[in-house]
């Protein structure tokens, strides 16, 4: 089967004049897109890179992010994308950790280059996209000096495209290695699920260090699309990106869909051009969801489930299933139907017994899309990926007799109080439902008699007291679920995917003690 090099090629032969991508101001079609990324291919090849070696890229979204993509694997090599939010020292870690040889960021990322040029240990080239006034390589340079065409290579679909980097919001990040197959595995899901047509055009929002910014900004090259790349997720960007080149196609975080519809700007601009709008990587509220639906009536929507670990999306919510009023309502709570690639099951997440319908526990998947494992860690790779390919996700959750996927919540999330489970999701959701709170988060905290009591920590209006807020909860939820204290805060700190900080809320409460905090 022919890398995703392969599909670039067929793609500029087939569609030649075609707008490949636009970036700001920018645009450029299928034949030239090609080109570039041939010579970015040579520019690599002529700092040292071959089959195997990385090259990490620590900015925001952009053309060039989309032309070393393409560039490293036309050589063998591979990409290593780096959350643009870290402090220097993660920053140095991961290109550390990465052994890259070659390091590119975006300008205003210079200075955490500078901060770190002499902590990198395996890195001969450091490159800056359009700064001045630094003694790195400048970028466009270092493109217009490299040859024409690179060293002849023959990708294998076997190798890795690309090594993304877990969150790290439970220690230190894991590089994950996503090989081609893994790629158009999770790609030809899409034939089946988007609607595409000749008009399509795809939005790139989401940052290209995540998983979804990456794997659509390839999708755009496999089917064949223009892809709209935005430089980063802000909502009124979004928006205004949405009319001006009439997207038909995007995928966002929950956190983006609560905020948008509360922006003038964005609910002042022609969305309608929308046909599908894909969510997911974070537990979304009906309340939101709802709201969501109601800014943009004429467009499709779609949950998707998965992680960087499984390419992407391995589960999505079909739109007929999104009518909030109809009979299969409760369905919106859910994370929808495995792809036909995928295999899931809830086991024990201590013994590994599978479990029934109905029944919580640990969700395990198979599927082509599962990653190759983790860069230089191959008893982590062991632990969590089997002889036979059963992922463990880490995620919880149930299906139900018709084989939807309900996502409770990470199972290292999990409560225990007085030997009940309890999944902060479940609170979470019904907490968004009250008028007076906007954001929300729920956490385990110490209690001498039950072990740990849930608490929750809001973000709502003054005129509501906490025992309004658990009262709610109690009228809807079984009252050990229900948090026991409340505490406000002006906002929830969330990674740039929306994951709420889960491991930076509980900390301050487990100090001391012996429970260790994941």
Aim: proline share 7%; glycine share 8%; hydrophobic share 40%.
């Amino acid at each position: 089967m022919p890398g995703l090099d392969g599909v670039l090629r067929e793609r500029a032969l087939a569609y030649p004049d075609r707008v490949a991508y636009i970036a700001g101001d920018t645009e450029i079609s299928y034949r030239d897109f090609d080109r570039r990324v041939d010579r970015v291919a040579a520019a690599l090849a002529a700092a040292g890179l071959g089959p195997g070696d990385r090259v990490a890229v620590l900015d925001k979204n952009s053309l060039e992010y989309a032309e070393l993509l393409f560039g490293a694997t036309r050589i063998g090599a591979a990409q290593v994308p780096v959350n643009y939010r870290l402090a220097p020292d993660e920053v140095a870690y991961i290109v550390n950790n990465s052994q890259a040889k070659v390091f590119v960021v975006g300008p205003e990322f210079l200075p955490v280059l500078d901060a770190i040029a002499g902590k990198l240990e395996h890195t001969d080239l450091t490159v800056v996209i359009s700064g001045a006034g630094h003694a790195h390589q400048d970028y466009a340079a270092w493109i217009d000096a490299a040859p024409a065409e690179p060293p002849a290579y023959e990708p294998d679909s076997g190798d890795v495209f690309v090594q993304l980097y877990s969150s790290g919001t439970t220690g230190l990040p894991k590089g994950v290695m996503l090989t081609h197959d893994n790629f158009l595995s999770a790609l030809a899901v899409t034939n089946d699920v988007w609607d595409i047509d000749g008009s399509s055009v795809l939005m790139i929002a989401m940052p290209m260090y995540h998983v979804a910014g990456n794997v659509l900004t390839v999708s755009a090259v496999y089917n064949g699309l223009t892809g709209v790349v935005t430089r980063e997720p802000d909502p009124t960007a979004i928006a205004q990106g949405i009319e001006r080149h009439r997207v038909t196609h995007i995928f966002l975080v929950p956190v983006l869909l609560q905020f948008m519809p509360l922006i003038p700007e964005v609910t002042a601009a022609d969305m309608s051009s929308l046909r599908l709008m894909l969510y997911g990587a974070s537990p979304i509220s009906e309340d939101v969801l709802r709201t969501a639906m109601a800014m943009l009536p004429t467009t499709d929507f779609r949950q998707v489930y998965g992680l960087t670990e499984v390419t992407g999306a391995i589960t999505s919510l079909p739109p007929g299933d999104h009518d909030p009023d109809g009979p299969n309502a409760h369905r919106l709570r859910s994370a929808g139907l495995p792809n036909d690639n995928t295999e899931l099951r809830i086991v024990d997440p201590a013994t590994g017994e599978e479990l029934p319908a109905g029944r919580v526990g640990e969700i395990i998947c198979r599927t082509p899309q599962n990653m190759k494992g983790y860069w230089g860690m191959p008893a982590a790779t062991a632990s969590a990926l089997s002889e036979d390919n059963w992922f463990r996700t880490g995620d919880a959750g149930y299906l139900d007799e018709d084989g939807y996927l309900y996502i409770h919540d990470r199972v290292k999330d999990m409560i225990i109080s007085g030997g009940e489970n309890i999944y902060p999701a479940e609170v979470e959701n019904v907490l968004m439902g009250h008028p007076a709170v906007s954001d929300c988060a729920v956490i385990g905290v110490p209690d001498e008699r039950w072990g740990e009591t849930p608490k929750a920590i809001v973000v709502a209006s003054e005129d509501v007291s906490d025992q309004e807020i658990i009262d709610y909860c109690r009228e809807r939820l079984a009252h050990f679920k229900c948090p026991t204290s409340v505490e406000r805060r002006e906002a929830i700190p969330r990674n740039p995917t929306g994951k709420i900080l889960k491991r930076d809320l509980r900390a301050p409460y487990w100090q001391g003690t012996d429970r260790g905090v994941n």
